[in-house]
T-cell receptor
Framework: EDQVTQSPEALRLQEGESSSLNCSYTVSGLRGLFWYRQDPGKGPEFLFTLYSAGEEKEKERLKATLTKKESFLHITAPKPEDSATYLCAVTSGDYKLSFGAGTTVTVRA | NAGVMQNPRHLVRRRGQEARLRCSPM?????VYWYRQLPEEGLKFMVY????????ESGMPKERFSAEFPKEGPSILRIQQVVRGDSAAYFC???????????FGSGTQLSVL
């Protein structure tokens, strides 16, 4: 069974204070690793898909990287609007995603 | 471009009642997935459907839970004889098929009294 562990559970940052979120995974044949953002009371919003070790993707202040055992989501110079829960998920098949419990990021102005 | 629509947003049921959760996928999407999210836990896969077909229901409890995606109309997740442990947020997602990029709705928060 695919397993995803995210750390830390919660992260409090000052505006402009860069940091990283970790996603460790165990999967039999990784087909894709996904990062989603979830705001309170809403569904997850797709951010990135990574397929192979060494791959990197960027979007505004976010950058996702992938190794054979883990992925990092780097937040550079965060703003209060970056406050959200960030979810990591993996798939070893065609459609079934296994999600981590998420990291809740709070950015203070 | 309407996204994935779920209703109701909040549903309160007493133990033993039935709950019906609806999901209309994004326009052009024919693949629907249901996930359940419990407090402090990650989203858990329940079922994957295409029009008129259940492709994979391995994540769905074998009793009291059923899902359908008819030729016309929304996908329905039905929970019969609800118990307190069914209280959770239920999310629907859709895709066009061919990749795993899912678009999620805003969810239905089910509360069982």
């Amino acid at each position: 069974e695919d397993q995803v562990t995210q750390s830390p559970e919660a992260l409090r940052l000052q505006e402009g204070e860069s940091s990283s979120l970790n996603c460790s995974y165990t999967v039999s044949g990784l087909r894709g690793l996904f990062w989603y953002r979830q705001d309170p009371g809403k569904g997850p919003e797709f951010l990135f898909t990574l397929y192979s070790a060494g791959e990197e993707k960027e979007k505004e202040r976010l950058k996702a990287t992938l190794t054979k055992k883990e992925s990092f989501l780097h937040i550079t110079a965060p703003k209060p609007e970056d406050s959200a829960t960030y979810l990591c998920a993996v798939t070893s098949g065609d459609y079934k995603l296994s999600f981590g419990a998420g990291t809740t990021v709070t950015v203070r102005a | 471009n309407a996204g994935v629509m779920q209703n109701p947003r909040h549903l309160v049921r007493r133990r033993g009642q039935e709950a019906r959760l609806r999901c209309s996928p994004m326009k052009g999407h024919s693949h629907v997935y249901w996930y359940r999210q419990l407090p402090e836990e990650g989203l858990k896969f329940m079922v994957y459907l295409q029009k008129e077909n259940i492709i994979d229901e391995s994540g769905m409890p074998k009793e009291r839970f059923s899902a359908e995606f008819p030729k016309e109309g929304p996908s329905i997740l039905r929970i019969q004889q609800v118990v307190r442990g069914d209280s959770a947020a239920y999310f629907c997602a859709s895709s066009s098929g061919g990749d795993e990029k899912l678009f999620f709705g805003s969810g239905t928060q089910l509360s069982v009294l």
